[in-house]
């Protein structure tokens, strides 16, 4: 709600309130405060293994994804076909070191703000 005195928006929803209402970016504001990536999404499993198929099977949808950019626009966006499609080509779509050092120290820090119960989670890169 527009009363709110602060929210979460992502996606589309984001873009048409920044013409609104002042924005901060997160991602910025992390990596500015800690030095490392912000990682805003992944694919994650409650089990401890994951079957090496559906690795696979993710692998290749991210890289099918990620080497035609523009098959994954939708037809109707908020910005110009180009504007999306350069955004979408800035992005990262692996995690190396620097983001598992993000993604631990985010979950300390979650940890420490007790949001977790048992903060034990462990990140596995493929």
Same mark, same amino acid.
């Given at each position: 709600?527009?009363?709110?005195?602060?929210?979460?928006?992502?996606?589309?929803?984001?873009?048409?309130?920044?013409?609104?209402?002042?924005?901060?970016?997160?991602?910025? %504001?992390?990596?500015?405060? &800690?030095?490392? /990536?912000?990682?805003?999404?992944?694919?994650?499993?409650?089990?401890?293994? +994951? #079957?090496?198929?559906?690795?696979?099977?993710?692998?290749?949808?991210?890289?099918?994804?990620?080497?035609?950019?523009?098959?994954?626009?939708?037809?109707?966006?908020?910005?110009?076909?180009?504007?999306?499609?350069?955004?979408? %080509?800035?992005?990262?779509? &692996?995690?190396? /070191?620097?983001?598992?050092?993000?993604?631990?120290?985010?979950?300390?820090? +979650? #940890?420490?703000?007790?949001?977790?119960?048992?903060?034990?989670?462990?990140?596995?890169?493929?």
């Amino acid at each position: 709600p527009r009363h709110c005195e602060a929210k979460l928006l992502i996606g589309d929803k984001a873009m048409k309130e920044l013409a609104i209402a002042p924005a901060m970016d997160l991602g910025r %504001e992390w990596t500015e405060w &800690t030095g490392l /990536p912000f990682v805003y999404a992944a694919w994650i499993s409650r089990h401890n293994e +994951v #079957s090496g198929r559906a690795v696979e099977e993710l692998t290749r949808a991210r890289d099918q994804g990620v080497g035609n950019i523009a098959s994954v626009i939708p037809p109707q966006t908020v910005f110009p076909f180009e504007t999306v499609k350069t955004y979408l %080509e800035s992005l990262v779509y &692996t995690l190396g /070191p620097k983001e598992i050092e993000g993604l631990n120290l985010f979950r300390d820090y +979650v #940890s420490q703000g007790e949001f977790l119960e048992q903060p034990k989670f462990q990140y596995a890169v493929n």
